[in-house]
């Protein structure tokens, strides 16, 4: 029982993660990463290392995709919700996104005025409760 609790010290101390939980914290798809990086797992020294000064792999990956679909919806305005909606389930590199803003289907439109709705409600509420929160009294 004390060596499974040694290890487990040891590895909190190394916090190490899954290529999936590094490729996202990257914000990159993790199928489109190296063999290396898929394989491997990736300390909190390496994640940090790679943000710092990503190697050549990672600014192609960054800069023309294949993207993940938060990448992806992010870059549309739209939510990851909508995408699905919209039928895009794959990852999608810079020139897909491009064209879809380029071409700007109905479902694009509709899913970026839904999206700006719900971008001015969070800042409706946002403001209502900082108003609420200025007029409580101190202490309370």
């Known amino acids: 029982m004390l060596d499974s609790l040694d ?3 040891s590895h909190q101390n190394t916090q190490t993660m899954k290529p999936a939980t590094a490729a996202k914290k990257l914000g990159v798809y993790l199928e489109a990463t190296p063999a290396e990086f898929q394989e491997g797992v990736v300390s909190r020294t ?3 290392e790679l943000q710092a000064d ?4 990672l600014l192609e990956l960054r800069r023309n995709g294949p993207h993940p679909r938060p990448v992806v919806a992010a870059r549309l305005g739209i939510s990851i919700s909508g995408l699905a909606r919209g039928g895009v389930t794959e990852a999608l590199t810079t020139e897909q996104i491009d064209a879809l803003k380029k071409d700007s289907p109905d479902w694009l439109q509709k899913e970026r005025a839904t999206q700006a709705e719900v971008r001015k409600e969070s800042v409706r509420i946002k403001e209502k409760n900082a ?3 200025a007029k409580a009294p101190e202490g309370a």
């Not at 990503?54 to 792999?57: F, N």
């Open 46 to 48: 390496e994640l940090t």
């Open 54 to 57: 990503p190697p050549e792999w």
């Open 7 to 9: 290890t487990m010290t």
């Open 131 to 133: 108003e609420r929160d």
